[in-house]
């Protein structure tokens, strides 16, 4: 775990990693019909702490539970703290009713990291498959800021419909740019739709890298991950330069309860971020 | 007719094909264009061609109860529009129509159907790739079917 990050002190973190610290919600952005995005800020003196693309936090709604939700923000932006959340369950349920100036209990962040360093030098493909953005969002943000480490890059985004299409103002901003390829295709769309239609690995023949210097970050459903790692591996792309994103159900995000055990994984502690060539045998696994 | 062979040759779907095999296709093709929001074909019609897309994309669209015409799936350079000329009664399924201008060739599948009967290893042959073709659409359909984006309750 990185404790290079501030909350209350780097010794009562590491004391009590359990320890909620305070933030306020600042901003509410609905990004869809189901899906929110906060922006928030820390109340409790201490400063905002440091993670890296693909760590996630514990989000406590006071009085109702605590969930894991990826960090959705800039990683190189340690002013405000994003979180995107669909709605699905009784604490997100709960959580959407919340407004500016309400507080939450955050723990984390925990987890490791989608592996930007490793990519440096080579052509990064990011893969994200419905509310899969959010944890991928830092790495793009990353990417971006750092570009002159990266070769191509390109980012391939499938999702439900055009009305559940997650950041759709960022996605045409970094559309628009020069230096990365952004394709998004939905599952059906009315006539109006003037974008792909279908699911997102067939965006992947079009796009342009080489399978021998390329990573490939992939999120979204597990059986949009395994499909996806197939056709990427027809490409001749080695198992072990792509990387999936697992989730399960955490509890205590230190790796202690055994609540999000997979096989022999904490996917809390040990991931959520693994390479293929981990995860395959257990992604064909119905209901592990 | 030797740019028509040329581009023939050169697209994905007839990749390493005996050159015998695509005299014979070459025979029964043609170069078309369409504009963008232009009509290619319109579900139960008849089915007598299918087209190589060379540039632009086409939108695929049925016509859904209470839902209106909902696109359920785009093709694009290098992809091949349409199977129905293959498979009795020969009407188009979908409508298709052109989201940008489209360059495509043309083959005409009453004349290819005519060769396949006439020559059965042409048949098999040109089988063989569609029926790649119609496996990677039925898997895309299962996944789509999956609604794997869609909330659980």
New interface residues.
Partial sequence: MDLEHNTLTKEQIEANPMLPRRFRIDKVTWETQ?TFTHELVPIDGADMFRFKPGQFNMIYVFGVGEIAISISGDPDDDSRLYHTT?V?GSVTRRKQNLVEGDILGIRGPFGNHWPVEKAVGKDVVVIA???GLAPLRPVIYYLLNHRDQYKRITLLY???SPD?ILYSRQLKEWGARFDIDVSV?V?????D???????V??LIP?AVFDPNNTVAFVC??E??MR?TAMDLLKFDMPEDKIYVSMERNHKCGIGFCGHCQLGSYFICKDGPVFTYDKLKSYLSIKEV | MEDLEKIVSQHPFFEGMDKNYLELIIGCASNVRFDEGQQIFKEGEEANRFYMIREGSVALAIHGPGSGNVTIDTLGDGEILGWSWLVPPYYWRFDAKAKDRVRAIALDGKCLRDKCEENHDLGYELLKRFSHIIDQRLQATRLQLLDVYGLRT
């Fill in positions: 189901e669909r699905v498959g419905g509310i499938g999702t439900r559940k295709t599952d059906s769309a009315d006539t739709w003037q974008g792909h239609v279908g699911i690995t067939k079009k979204g459903p059986i949009m499909f």
